[in-house]
């Protein structure tokens, strides 16, 4: 079991920057690859990026590369993400999530197992 708690969400104006984290419980967190979701209202949730378990392989959503930047730390057993230049539409609940598979990046939403409760970005414009 593997429960997740994001932090780091607020307001910010255009062209700002924020740094989430996820904090993992568990003694199993370096096994697993981590992702960020986020979902505006009206919206479905949408993949924003991906790490391995190992932090070798990243994969980024079109919309956020160059701009956004994920790691983590197994050690502290949390998963980071960076976000510079943010815009009005990265407006969003962000979600980190966790799943068991392997050393790869997974994109897809349902495959993940363990999900944070979210944690709210506003950017004004």
């Known amino acids: 079991q593997v429960q997740l708690v994001e932090s780091g969400g607020g307001l910010v104006q255009a062209g700002g920057s924020l740094r989430l984290s996820c904090a993992a419980s568990g003694r199993t967190f370096s096994r697993y690859a981590m992702g960020w979701f986020r979902q505006a209202p009206g919206k479905e949730r949408e993949f924003v990026t991906a790490i391995s378990w190992s932090g070798s392989s990243t994969y980024y959503a079109d919309f956020v590369k160059g701009r956004f930047t994920i790691s983590r730390d197994n050690a502290k057993n949390t998963v980071y993400l960076q976000m510079n230049s943010l815009k009005p539409e990265d407006t969003a609940v962000y979600y980190c999530?966790?799943?068991?598979?392997?050393?790869?990046?997974?994109?897809?939403?349902?495959?993940?197992?363990?999900w944070g409760q979210g944690t709210q970005v506003t950017v004004s414009s």
């Open positions: 999530a966790a799943g068991n598979f392997g050393d790869v990046v997974v994109r897809t939403a349902h495959l993940y197992h363990y």
